[in-house]
């Protein structure tokens, strides 16, 4: 006969959470230890109860573990830093490549090339700047 599901959920009997919390605190160091031993894993495992109790386990000193884990947290940050702003680059430049492109388009409409695929609208907004910069080059000139 195997154990019956539980629905994971607060306790609400203070007497009967204290005991649970007791059982699942010492198998959960058990588990921990096993690890570490099995797996020469550096372990570290913290645990306060509600009541503000302290309990730990390390498989070295908790120093050091904590230390690692800063550690391994900031090496963490600085390389999704660095990943973050390399796409942050990659974006900016596929955005000013896609504006040099209709920079180029727009030149080469304005000189007269590229000009048999373009509809009605497009010629007339093309000619309204044509006259508009004539207007300003001619202001210019005298």
Do not use: P
Not at 33 to 42: G, V
Not at 86 to 106: C, D, G
Not at 124 to 131: A, D, N, P, R, W
């Amino acid at each position: 006969m195997g154990r019956g599901k539980i629905v994971i959920r607060r306790i609400e009997d203070t007497t009967s959470r204290q005991v649970t919390f007791s059982k699942r605190r010492n198998g959960f160091m058990k588990k921990a230890k096993e690890i570490a031993i099995l797996c020469d894993a550096q372990v570290g495992a913290i645990i306060f109860s509600g009541t503000g109790k302290l309990s730990e386990f390390s498989s070295t000193s908790m120093k050091s573990v904590i230390q690692r884990y800063i550690k391994s947290k900031e090496d963490n940050s600085q390389l999704l830093n660095s990943t973050s702003e390399a796409k942050l680059w990659q974006m900016e430049a596929s955005i000013l490549k896609e504006q040099l492109e209709t920079l180029q388009v727009t030149h080469r409409q304005v000189m007269g090339e590229e000009i048999s695929n373009m509809g009605l609208e497009d010629l007339k907004s093309l000619e309204i700047q044509l006259e508009m910069s004539l207007q300003c080059i001619r202001s210019k000139k005298v």
